[in-house]
């Protein structure tokens, strides 16, 4: 390496790699995230999907992205990039106004012909008109000089073409230090049946890096602070896998085995997709011919005696509304997991949001309350995947698990957990030929009723959608059973709130300011009053996981600070919330809806700003 | 060969065994009544343990259904006993699965689930009680009222085409759908019975008399001085003859299907069409499905029944090779540190 | 008629009529209220249909009714009856505890054989018992008398025992000292194709009068007072019919003709049905195959230019909530008709709950506000419809009209109005060849789009359920774009509060207490309030229609009141609502959940107990 | 006798009427754009009033079809175009309403709205964009997807038995099935030109290859090598030949439709089935729809097109006997007062 390289030290880098849809920026960026952690970094990644499948070539709408963050605290995406590496002109174009003043940019300057200028809607080549000059510019030729390597190396010209993502991974390697050793061996992993491209692909690599070496097209070099993370196994994971392998080990710890009914909508469909590939686990997935038909496949696999969830996105939801009060009033466990996305109606699929926790709240006919907990980041989809799971069974209720295509798509660091290690689940199940079975018999103390499986000895017994009466069950349009019904089946899931982890609070347990968040925001959220403490200001936070009921401590938390800061992606679903539960307490908001996660800065104003 | 998973008993049950203490609070007359008691008669027959017997429904009269049997029962939602008997069947394998349903229920609201179920050809048996009538809401027409009928929704008459239950399960890659009539409970038994040794989705289509709300509906094939000429009891292997001493017989022509007389213009029981209701080819069956009064009988008894494989077999069989495929993972241990990991 | 009777003066009275679904209670109820109208009295009545069609003969699960409420002030079905006229022992059994202590009960002897009183559940004769003996009862063979009758006029035995009911009529009919001319021309009217039928039915009333006035059976006779109301043509109508003649009305002032997509459903369909009667004025009436097909059939049509509606009760209102976010987002008019009953799922179809409202305000994926307004009154029904969908098609925003089963069922009369008289409407058609045209263009002041028609000339455009770019409505994923059009649709929505009726007060405009109360609970609240009022309690009322957005005084109104104390049958969908909007004052609350309306007297109470 | 409503349009129209200014986003070698053309062609020769076209579709790649015709559309929610569709085209009976849609959108989530439309023959022109596969997701199997099919959701295969879109129009009561293949604009704008001129809902069910997904799905038949003795194209009243040099034929035995060779076993051209779209009998047409390689070719182009009442037209009737009855009310005034009222 040479030495008279500028070191910049930092202790959080975020690249991006941004390109035509077709051009490979999901494997740079899951290549490079990968060797960041496999060389002591925390990461997290998030992929930028366009909405179109394969718009046309070199146009901004067909722009695709993967944003990695390594470093010593990725608890967040980063606001802005360090690094962009583009692709092309569109990708250029698109993501400009996320590169940091002074940052770096690596685009290949084969690519600014005419035609995608135009296309990516430049009237003069940026590269050359001087709009880039706040930024560090580096423009090979790299489609050529990738091609050239390929080729030689017996590759057709088409394909070869297509190895400049590598070619860039290699310069970029390089000016992070990173050694090749590790990037090989995951090439070699991924192309195991096909070795000449991994071969190839290699070679590229090492190209861009000896060319970024050698040619000193760089300033600077990046040393970022690695992580001292406690001892462990580590993997990285999106949010979506821990979704699903969450529900995994609350199948196996639970004893009852997995149900999945789904039907694909983005971005839920990865946790279809990954429980598809469990069957080995026992795991069933049922794709069904909608969303109607997911739920209520999943409900009658839950009277069947599963495990039984069901995984949409905002109008998925929306369809399964009806029969989730069924769950409500038949009493059947089952986990619907919503993966948040831009509303209302189609809305913006690829986008990010977190404005279903209204309709996750109360979005049923009747009086008809669900357990509700939302996740925070990628990895804690699996742990609160498994509470969802946890919760439903034993408290025979529906749950609902919120999540979002944030942290749904997005990736970090996951310390493996042993199976063993997990809460128990013990779910109610009757006993064969209890005389004393009642279907809506409750237990005194947690008001749960039994789960009675189909094929059991001695408990045949008939559930359904209208009012039942207390104990027996049977239909019932007697006006005070109805009232103690409708108590019960509200009482069951208050009665949670003393049994889910206690709300805490970060900082201070009491002051001046306390700022609130919920769901995927916490990696910002947190990070914003961290700096802002930092600093020296007086700020604490809490950050909530459990929705429906919250913590029974929530209002001694809440109540021993002057002003409270509720933060959300939505206009306000969450600080109504706790306006309506805890009406002797004043809150403040602040809100975004842009179908974008915060920026630390903008929460820093806004805690600034508060009144 | 059958692929049944469902544990049998050793007892000798009877009818008792399923009759349910519920009061059954259907209208007097209405012929749901006979259904169930041939259903409740049908079941000891079948010999499966009585606790493997689960009855979902939706709603609708003949969603009351399982109110009125002793199994496992679900009385769930407008349309959607099939989607909840689906994942039902499908999670647990030893339980033999009847869906009461109606034609709103199954053809109106739950139509997408009916089509589904029966091109998954998941081991379900369906039994559609048509009435031509939303009967529950008190008298609006159905996708099976004729067009044409005067209902509380449609003051002029409805508009609409009606669905032809058979047509539209064949349409939906059905293999097995069969129709019977609520005033003969022992044939409903029979045909059940049938059905229920089915592998794959069974749809018996009943059907059955609204008192209240469209009495007489079925009359034009019911009625004493009408049914020999309009009805066809269709037997496997049998030629589809019928008429008062089964002087009449039905004929395969260029045209597709046709009535005529044995005796005239040379025609003898050799020339009649032979019953073959494990044809693969549908299109007779579509035809037989559609015969209706004036110019032909109705067809009674299992019009086709096919052997096809069943999701549920299918669905064992992956699980079978996945666990035994010694690279999958065995438990979530093994998955969570599957792939990429590291130590730190 | 016999002088010696004790005559009861009243203001008004309940009457209720019960038996066996196919004993023709409904025809006795609305003979009987007709009738009391026509005499100058205000009624207001409510059929009690049983959960099943016609349950076996003689149980209390097949017990069907009709309450007459005449006189004075009948804003409310009244608490319980005066006069309970029971057909069999089931129906006095399901009943009685409906009866006033000292009311009257008249029955029929012929119906207590030992199976009737074994099916309804009595294991001794309670007319023998004593257990009646706080009632006044009345019971001759009236199957015996009626029969004899009917079959000396040539009836056959079986029709001639269901006449049973005309004879009850007459005796009730006399001790309320009403002539029987009204009821015969009734008669002659429901019968008009049977002359011979209606004469046997006259005559059997009139044997029921004459046997109630020569054996002077009854001890008393009430004498009611008739009301004075203000001038004008007056009928008797149920919500559900007013709510259709509502909507029929609002297409007739709007130019726009009426679509309704709907799909039977307890208790909406009532509202289906009428409207399919009424093709002669234009009206298109779509029976769908659901409740899916019924919203989206609607919002064709409403983009095709109609003023669309779609009725329905909880669980179908349930099945709309995706499409209803495809009318928020491409801001479609469309009237939502929800007539609320019983929850969660199927629940108590039969039965009248307040507890949709939740699902109304919050229950769709993303930020997706609608217009939500609730009829107070089976005749405001009439005006909220209208009003709906004037506000519908002039913001170009779907509006839910909550109303509930026992106003949509119930009736009461109805002061018809001319349809000149009503509102204006004016839709914002965008002119034929109008050059600025763009589908997402503005009124600056409302911020209301344009509706351009599919087949007018010059204005070809498309629009959908993505997120769209301003004023033109293309597809966009701009953040700061998604930002504002969340904003639009929620201002233009917030901006009808000054345009709505300002919220009114009955009694001080300030003071120690104001009771709340919204939709069709406004009869019972504000007799209650009435009566303590009168008692000398300094205790005001408002009651709210527009729900969303309220009126632009609400909080003006509200805090010049040291107490309030919302009521509503739920467990407190509305005063949440109001907690979150007006986070700075405090809110009590009254809930009841069974089924039934509130009594007067249990609000009384709970008014008295305010803290 | 056709029955339309629709304002002709007196400009002679081309293409660039309907082509509108946006961007078209599939992939570059997608099926769908030759079927865009294919439509932008057809419309002009149609011959109403530009504005009277109307496009509603649902969700999927397909389902972008509106934003790249310059006419009146709507791009809905998954599924639901047709229900939408049903509302546009029964209140304004002024519009031509087109439905673009995929194998997904109409046949797994919308198969409900999909049969009751067919069912009610509501005048609407359904192009059904069939690639077995959910494009948009990017690359789930669909209910049209074959058993066996490895995709993102089915690593060990699908269990499920695919639609045949065709039977499943046909079991709905459809009264217009046709079916083309992307790669042949010009038999497209044929055969949409009849489905246009058809009363009642047409079907045009569209091959379509997703070249991301489910690049050469209709390989089978689509391949040069295999394409003459793999495609039948179908024409009124003709006789059904095939192959290269028309060599070979379809007859009608007993057993169903059978595959003949002109010459062979002294079977000449008049043995061969007459191809009658027309025919009330649907039988017949389920066989030629059912058709698949490798015993059969499939059949293209119209398969059923028979005339039956219009639920838009029975409305229009009965709307007119509404409104000619003296006896009916004429306006809202007339409405509040009828029945009983008094004055106070
Ligand atoms: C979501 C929903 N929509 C509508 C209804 C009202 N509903 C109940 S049963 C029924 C139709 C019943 O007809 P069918 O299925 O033929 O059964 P039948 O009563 O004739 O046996 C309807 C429309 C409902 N309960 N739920
Ligand atoms: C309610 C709802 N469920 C699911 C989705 C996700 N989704 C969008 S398109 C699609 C399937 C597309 O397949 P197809 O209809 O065959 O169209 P193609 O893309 O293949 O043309 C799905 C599942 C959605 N947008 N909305
Ligand atoms: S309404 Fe009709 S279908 Fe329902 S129980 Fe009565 S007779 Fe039977
Ligand atoms: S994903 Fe497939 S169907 Fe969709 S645009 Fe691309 S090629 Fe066409
Ligand atoms: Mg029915
Ligand atoms: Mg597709």
Known sequence: MSTKKQIIERESVVVKFVGDSGDGMQLSGTLFSDTAALAGNDIATFPDFPAEIRAPHNTVAGVSGYQVHIGKETRIIGDKCDVLVAMNPASLKANLKWVKMGGTILTDVDAYDAIALEKAGYTTNPLEDGS????????????????????????????????KNMFCLGMIYYIFSFDLGTPFKLLDKRFKTKKEVAEINKKVMEKGFNFAETLEVFES?????????????????????????????AAERSGRKLFLGSYPITPATDILIELAKHKSLGAKVFQAEDEIAGICSTIGA???????????SGPGLSLKTEALGLAVITELPIVVVDVQRGGPSTGLPTKSEQSDLNMALFGRNGEAPCIVVAASSPSDCFYQAFNAAKLAMETMTPCILLTDGYIGQGSE?????????????????????????????????????????????????????????????????????????????????????????QQEVFGEESGEILVVSWGGTKGQVQTAVKEMREKGQKISHTHFTNIMPMPSNTEEVLKKFKKILVCELNTGQFVNYLRMTYPHLQFQQYNKVQGLPFTVEELKQAIHNIQ | MSYKTIERTTEQLTKEDFASDQMVKWCPGCGNHAILAAVENVFPQIGYKKENFCVVSGIGCSSRFPYYMNTYGFHSIHGRANAIA?????????????????????????????????????DLNIMLFNNEIYGLTKGQYSPTSPMGKITKSSPQGTIEHPFTVGELVLGAQGTFFARVIDNKPQFISQVMLEAAKHDGTSIVEILQNCVIFNNGAHKYITDKEVRDNNQLYLEDGKPMLFGKDKEKGIILGNNGLQVVKLGENGITEKDILVHDMKSQNPGIHLMLAKMKPPYFPIALGVIRSVESPTYDQLLDEQIKTAQENPATVKCVDDLLNSGDTWEI
């Not at chain 1, 080729?151 to 394909?159: C, E, P, S, T």
């Not at chain 1, 070099?221 to 529900?247: D, Q, S």
């Not at chain 1, 030929?433 to 408990?459: F, H, M, S």
């Not at chain 1, 017994?461 to 005070?480: A, F, M, N, Y």
């Open chain 2, 86 to 122: 689906t994942g039902v069947r499908l999670f647990n394998r030893g339980l033999s699965v009847w869906v009461p349903t109606g034609d709103g229920d199954s053809l109106a609201i739950g139509g997408n689930h009916f089509i589904h179920v029966i091109r998954r050809n998941i």
């Open chain 1, 221 to 249: 070099i990046y040393h970022v602070t690695t992580v001292e993370l406690p001892k462990g196994r580590y993997r990285n994971i999106t949010g979506n896998i821990a979704t699903a392998w969450g529900l995994l080990a």
């Open chain 1, 132 to 163: 880039l000059s706040s930024y560090f510019v580096v423009s090979p030729n790299i489609t050529t000089m990738a091609k050239e390597t390929a080729m030689q190396l017996g590759m057709d010209m088409k394909d070869a073409a297509r190895t």
């Open chain 1, 413 to 501: 660091l996951f310390r493996i957990p042993k199976v063993a290690d997990l809460p128990e689940i013990h779910p109610p199940l009757a006993k064969p030929n209890d005389p004393d079975y009642k279907p809506y018999r409750r237990n005194p103390e947690t008001l749960v009723r039994q789960w009675a499986i189909p094929g059991t000895e001695g408990l045949r017994h008939r559930i359904g959608g209208l009012e039942k009466s207390d104990l027996d069950g049977s239909v019932s349009t007697d006006p005070l059973n109805h009232a103690k019904m409708v108590n019960n089946r509200r009482d069951k899931v208050q009665r949670l709130a003393t049994r889910v982890p």
């Open chain 1, 302 to 312: 839950s009277f069947a005696g599963a495990l039984a969830c069901t995984s949409t």
